[in-house]
């Protein structure tokens, strides 16, 4: 459905060029949910924004391919973007309350956005806004029409995001970090939600998150990002069952665990400044299998097992 | 911070020209008894009402004076209101805005009250209001320009006080012993200057404005000393003869003078907080 | 508040050069005549009884009585307000009619020509002071080019103005259907309107230019874009609503200015209003007239700030009133 190829994102800066995203590559198959995963930092927003085109300067796209149901995205003109993006790939964002508009009310752009995408009269616009906000979770859908975004909780400004993104009718949805802003139990509520509706929908959805329980619980495959590059790829059962890269394994030795296991472990250092990224594997610091070559060349990719592959000189050391 | 300067200036060619202008206007105001080929107030009745030529190169007002002379005396006196009024406003505005913020309580209410009558009026009809209360006259126009600005640095450093007031490095200061007005000069005044000297070079600018505009109705300094506004005044009753040029060129002067200024105080700016472009 | 706008208006215009007795009894007064002015202008009493007159007169509306008229100055303003306010008025119309189109344009394509032209122009205009503008116009346009009428007023010398119902000459020709009056008019505002419009116009854009690049960059206009809503209307329906906030305020600012400027344009043009009486008050040492002019042109720019506010709060939401 979505074929990401080779991407580059860099950065232009007052000391220079500082590339963010090396040569991402991915593919999101229909009707699946890809998670893409990693600490703050690592270029999975950038990859989100880069699909749907909507870097702004300083950041540019430098090269890579980006393809929806084969059709070029990369080069198409602003006006035919703006198409595909709603009903081509439409997206959720992180801060659901600093992504809505405060001077409109709640109705005045889903109702934009219904006739925009659906073509409806107003009136009728209104009610597919109202059945969409209900669909959502919203319990007085009414009232939240003509609400303001500051008079909404987190959650409730979530769910109205979701509700837009839905009035687009995409076949692609990018969710970037949904959940995190929010409360605990407006989380599962949330994940819920969204599970729900893709199975209903049949969305092929990329699920950008920092969260494995979340991985576990939603995705068919896992891509796991670091300084900007794609380290593993797998089925998330294959990820969980065997995880090759040492960050990978890092991530999850750091989850807290459920019953009778030890204390998380955390991974050592931090995660590199953009200008400072390590030459070689940029995770060797911090490695713990780290050995001769890691500092000098990026590994390439390597394949575990069928459909699994990882970017690291020595997995096979750390693996069982 | 000298790279980034650099780096800013080449980037932003204009804040250049600012600078270089403001230079220049400020080099030739120094230098006017070298460059001035007549003196200010050297008047010559035969040679009255000339257009520019060779001799007199912006052409000579109604009492025979040599504009261009008169030009770069007129430099010296406005930079000289402008500075000097925007260093007393900075001052006094600095002060009472150090002691709202630190002090709070009453002196921090009394103090913006006053500050929020003076921000009531429209700046220049103010001005206008202590000028005609003062009088006439060069020391009066400094005084009368300086308070209208006052309540401006009154309320940025009172803001930027209070939020550097509760700062880590403050507290520790205060810890280790210093007597209040201590850790006010010395830790935490340092660290709100940067927004104030953004607005110094803005204010110097409006401060020449309203100088001139004071003095061209009569406010300010009066002929015959050479100030740009005065000189322009002067060549108002000349224009319904065609004799353009006594207006003309103290007005270019002024209009180069604060664009200087408003340029350095754009680049300045952008120096300071990288996220405008 | 206002308590205090009063009292620095009165100490100022009482500490005043020169005795308007002088100019009101002339050279040949007597002594004797002279302390009849006195007391009968109030003079004679200390400064802070004369104040407290003065406020009591104020709660009834009463500005005291110029020296140099010999009218109320109440009624002198009154008669004035109306041609500064239609003078600045209009002059804002037009300044924020091009400015706020020219600054979210430069900011949506920022680099452009049209962006360099009105960072230029902002400039320009902020830097040129009002007079000096003034007088290259009426120079080059009435004087050499013969492009607009002497500068003389409001109205051509042989034109009658129409009945007055707003004291606005372009609403009252209009309303009298006095189309020759209504094009003499608008003919005599051209220059004076140009001038201001020309200095208010560089604040405005810039400020617009400002807040539309912030309000482009926010997360909302983000996720307003990602919804697949075209550009033009993310630009005109949304964000212009956000930039439009900090415009405002900054047009209550200007008009603050246009209203010190009209002292300067008025003198300049003839043109019969609140600046050209405060310019012949502060002359005359005329002190109800000056002080009458400083409250009522500060108490114009207060009510224009709360019209500000009322709107800003219409605008957005967030705002409690």
């Keep these: 459905m979505l074929d990401v190829r080779g991407l580059r994102v860099a950065f232009h800066t007052r000391r220079g060029v500082v590339p963010a995203l090396h040569g991402v590559t991915f593919s999101l198959a229909p009707g699946t949910v890809t998670g893409l995963v990693g600490e703050s930092g690592c270029g999975k927003t950038l990859t989100a924004l880069a699909i749907m085109r909507l870097l ?13 149901e084969g059709r070029d995205l990369r080069f198409l003109r602003e006006r035919e973007m703006a198409r595909v993006r709603g009903e081509g790939i439409a997206m959720i964002f992180q801060q659901p309350r600093a992504s809505l508009n405060p001077v409109f009310p709640v109705a005045s752009q889903l109702v934009h956005v219904l006739r925009l995408h659906r073509r409806l009269s107003r009136g009728a616009a209104r ?38 993104a839905l009035a687009c009718r995409p076949r692609v949805l990018l969710a970037d970090e949904p959940t995190t802003a929010l409360d605990v139990t407006v989380q599962l509520q949330i994940v819920e939600l969204l599970r729900g509706l893709q199975r209903e929908l049949g969305l092929t959805v990329l699920l950008i998150t920092h969260d494995l329980g979340l991985v576990a619980e939603m995705c068919d495959h896992v891509h796991v990002m670091y300084a900007g590059r794609i380290v593993e790829s797998a089925t998330a059962a294959a990820l969980f069952r065997r995880p090759a890269h040492p960050y990978t394994r890092g991530l999850m030795a750091a989850r807290v665990g459920t019953g009778g296991r030890a204390l998380p472990t955390g991974i050592p250092g931090r995660v590199p400044a953009l200008a400072e990224t390590p030459s070689g594997c940029p995770f060797h610091p911090r490695c713990p299998l780290a050995g001769p070559g890691c500092a000098e060349q990026d590994p390439g990719s390597e394949a575990v097992e069928a459909g699994h592959a990882v970017r690291c000189h020595y997995w096979r050391s750390g693996v069982a | 911070m000298v790279a980034e300067a650099a780096y800013l200036l080449r980037r932003n060619p204009i804040t250049l020209v600012g600078l270089l202008l403001l230079v220049l206007i400020a080099a030739a105001s120094l230098a006017a008894p070298l460059l001035a080929p007549y003196t200010p ?19 000579t007002d109604e009492f025979g004076e040599d504009v261009w002379s008169r030009v770069l005396w007129g430099g010296r006196i406005d930079l000289l209101i402008a500075l000097g009024a925007v260093a007393i406003a900075l001052v006094s505005g600095c002060a009472l805005g150090a002691l709202a913020g630190f002090s709070g309580g009453w002196a921090d209410e009394v103090v913006m009250r006053a500050m929020d009558v003076l921000q009531a009026f ?11 209360a003062l009088g006439p006259s060069l020391r009066n126009l400094i005084v009368s320009v300086a308070l209208i600005n006052v309540g401006v640095y009154a309320r940025l450093m009172r803001a930027r006080l209070l939020v550097v007031k509760h700062a880590p490095y403050a507290e520790a200061a205060r810890g280790a012993g210093n007597p209040p007005w201590r850790v006010l000069l010395v830790h935490l005044i340092p660290n709100c200057l940067t927004p104030i000297f953004v607005q110094s070079s803005l204010q110097s600018g409006w401060a020449i404005l309203t100088a001139a505009g004071l003095s061209f109705i009569g406010l300010g300094v009066r002929v015959p000393t050479p ?20 207006s003309f060129y103290p007005g270019v002067m002024i209009a180069l003078a604060v664009m200087g200024f408003n340029l350095i105080g754009d680049g300045l700016q952008d120096l300071l907080d990288p996220q405008r472009r | 508040m206002l308590l205090g706008v009063t009292l620095l208006t009165f100490v100022l215009t009482r500490v005043l050069p020169g005795s308007p007795i002088d100019q009101i ?50 009624a002198d303003l009154a008669a004035f307000f109306p041609a500064t306010m239609e003078l600045t008025t209009v002059a804002m119309l037009l300044a924020v009619l091009l400015g706020v189109p020219l600054g979210v344009w430069g900011a949506v394509r920022q680099g452009s020509w049209v962006d360099h032209v009105t960072r230029v122009l902002a400039v320009a205009g902020v830097a040129l002071p009002v007079f000096w503008v003034s007088l290259v116009l009426i120079y080059l346009c009435f004087y050499r080019w013969h492009l607009v009428p002497p500068p003389m007023g409001r109205l051509g010398a042989l034109v009658t103005p129409p009945p007055t119902v707003t004291g606005f000459l372009l609403i009252d020709s209009a309303l009298a259907r006095d189309w020759a009056a209504l094009g003499d008019a608008a003919r005599q505002l051209i220059l004076p309107v140009a001038v201001l419009a020309f200095a208010a116009v560089a604040p405005l854009a810039r400020i617009a ?53 009209s002292v300067l344009v008025e003198t300049l043009f003839a043109w019969p209003g609140m600046g050209r009486y405060a310019f012949n008050a502060i002359s005359g040492n005329d002190y109800p007239a000056v002080q009458g002019f400083i409250l009522y042109a500060t108490v114009v720019y207060l009510v224009i700030f709360v019209l500000v506010d009322l709107v800003s709060a219409l605008l957005d939401p967030r705002v409690q009133t």
């Design chain 1, 56 to 68: 702004r300067p300083p950041a540019e796209i430098q090269e890579g391919d980006v393809r929806l």
């Design chain 1, 127 to 164: 009610a597919e806004g109202e059945a969409l906000l209900a669909r959502v979770g919203l319990a007085r859908p009414d009232a939240v029409m003509r609400a303001y975004p500051h008079q909404l909780s987190g959650g409730m400004c979530q769910r109205v995001m979701i509700a837009l």
């Design chain 2, 41 to 59: 107030l050297g008047t010559d009745p035969g040679a009255a009402l000339q257009p520019p030529s060779a001799q007199h190169w912006m052409g």
């Design chain 2, 122 to 132: 429209p700046s220049f009809i103010l001005a206008m209001g202590i000028a005609a």
């Design chain 2, 227 to 246: 100030e740009w506004g005065v000189m322009v005044a002067m060549g108002v009753a000349r224009i319904n003869a065609g004799e353009w040029w006594v």
């Design chain 3, 25 to 74: 009894a002339g050279p040949m007064a007597s002594q004797a005549q002279r302390q009849a002015l006195l007391v009968h202008y109030g003079l004679d009493r200390p400064l802070w009884a004369q104040y407290v007159a003065y406020l009591r007169g104020l709660a009834q509306g009463d500005l005291g009585t110029s020296f140099v008229t010999s009218r109320p100055v109440a």
């Design chain 3, 209 to 261: 230019r400002t807040s539309m690049l912030d309000v482009l960059a926010t997360p909302y206009i983000r996720a307003t874009r990602s919804l697949g809503v075209p550009w033009r209307s993310v630009v005109w329906t949304y964000a212009l609503r956000n930039a439009m906030l900090p415009v405002l305020t900054m047009v209550a600012i200007v008009y603050g200015f246009l209203l010190g400027g």
